[in-house]
């Protein structure tokens, strides 16, 4: 082999060999290359290369030990130099405590974390050289994310004011009490004052309900989220509640891809197209006035033909045009949850693997993880909203309402 004179060059020719490397070819380089090294560490802290004179030696080899090294490439038998005075151990190589083991650690959690199935997991390190992995021990090993997942859940909201807030609750199958049940992931996205999107909280609630979204929303609160002028999300029973019990002054849009599928259930079927060709009128106004106005058209037109219609729509003015006070450019963003849908897809695309969870640690340590992943990608992402909107979209937040007036009796007037 030619000598190479830079890492560069080591890397190259890596490179060109592992490219068409068989399984026996590759651990025999692996174990040539990391006991070639052994042997150039352990000459240092003898102060001479093996069998050489030198007044500079300070010790001697004593022939070798064997250990056993889990790889990639698969289980490799090691000679490990042993000196006459002293020991010698590769702890670059070989932690005391196995960083091959740890790094298998690793794989398996990244894998969960990706979606694989604890039987796929099983199947691709039996590929690494490791046999006997077993699903329970797949599982054990993904729980090395919780610390990770608990860091995220519990940081400091500190990069508000979050002026808007989507919301939202994905359905998950877990085994409670010797049956399988329904619990909601109740999940938050907020934009911080520099324009990014950030998953603010995840939690697992037992049902879609008013006590649900109180308590979540409250720890977050409790965390540090302030300043939400506008929260958007579908008609979650109870939000509007616990909206107005925690975000004081914040206003709710409900999504308007949600509520269409709801209108479309008040007429018939043959007449879905056109009602919901009507409704999507209303939001291709040019300002806030001109979409109050074609709202009125719109009922208006529905009351003759489908009455029940007409009301509902009516029914929901305020909730579907909340949007209307806020900056006309950003009016895309806000009048929906469709922003949330990718982030819903990939969480979904995840958690189908598993089917059914074992248990409510499980949703969070999974979806959390995902969520944390796709944070630390929209970090890096340019800003989603401008600073210059977002500073005027704050001047529209609602104030809270002020006290009633004290209504004073006037006195009677004498004669």
């Known amino acids: 082999m030619a000598a190479l004179d830079s890492v560069d060059d080591v ?3 890596l490179d060109d060999r592992l490219a068409g490397a068989g399984p026996d070819l590759l651990r025999a380089m692996v174990k040539q290359f990391a006991e070639a090294l052994m042997a ?4 240092a802290v003898c102060g001479a290369g093996y069998r050489e004179r030198s007044v500079a030696r300070v010790n001697s080899r004593n022939g070798y030990r064997h250990r056993d090294w889990d790889t990639r490439a698969g289980s490799i038998e090691l000679s490990i130099p042993k000196l006459r005075s002293g020991s010698y ?21 990244t894998s969960y974390l990706l979606g694989v199935s604890t039987r796929r997991v099983e199947k691709l390190v039996a590929q690494l050289g490791i046999e006997a992995l077993s699903k329970s021990q797949v599982s054990e090993m993904a729980k090395s994310l919780d610390a990770q997942v608990e860091a995220f859940r519990s940081r400091p909201l500190d990069a508000g004011p979050y002026t808007f807030l989507w919301l939202d609750a994905l359905t998950q199958k877990v085994r409670e009490g010797g049956r399988t049940v329904l619990v909601h992931a109740l999940v938050a996205v907020g934009i911080t004052e520099g324009g990014q999107r950030e998953v603010l909280g995840v939690d697992v609630a037992s049902g879609e309900d008013g006590a649900g979204w109180l308590a979540f929303l409250r720890s977050l609160v409790a965390r540090g989220l302030s300043g939400v002028a506008l929260v958007v999300s579908d008609a979650h029973a109870g939000l509007v509640e616990a909206i107005g019990a925690t975000l004081s002054g914040a206003s709710w849009q409900r999504c308007r891809t949600h509520y269409a599928r709801n209108l479309a259930t008040k007429v018939p079927k043959s007449a879905q197209p056109w009602v919901l ?6 939001f291709d106004q040019p300002d806030a006035d001109e979409v109050h106005a074609q709202f009125d058209r719109v009922v ?29 450019v950003i009016w895309r963003q806000i009048w929906s949850n469709n922003p949330q849908e990718r982030l819903n897809k990939e969480i979904r695309r995840r958690t189908d ?3 059914i969870f074992p248990d409510r640690a499980a949703v ?30 704050r001047q529209t937040r609602q104030p809270a309402p002020p006290p009633p007036e004290e209504v004073v009796t006037p006195t009677a007037i004498s004669a």
């Open 364 to 393: 969070i340590r999974l979806v959390g993880a995902v969520l944390a992943e796709q944070t630390d990608e929209w970090a890096e992402q340019r800003r989603y909203m401008g600073v210059e909107v977002l500073a005027k979209a």
């Open 40 to 43: 150039a560490e352990a000459d």
């Open 300 to 328: 208006e037109g529905l009351e003759a033909k489908f009455p029940a219609a007409a009301e509902h729509l009516d029914s929901a003015r305020a909730d579907l045009l909340a949007f209307t006070p806020f900056p006309r």
């Open 11 to 13: 890397a190259g020719w």
């Open 277 to 282: 060709t009507l409704l999507r009128t209303i």
């Open 353 to 355: 693997v598993v089917g």
């Open 89 to 109: 151990f590769p702890d670059w190589l070989l932690q005391r405590r196995r960083r091959a083991e740890q790094a298998l650690v690793s794989v398996v959690a």
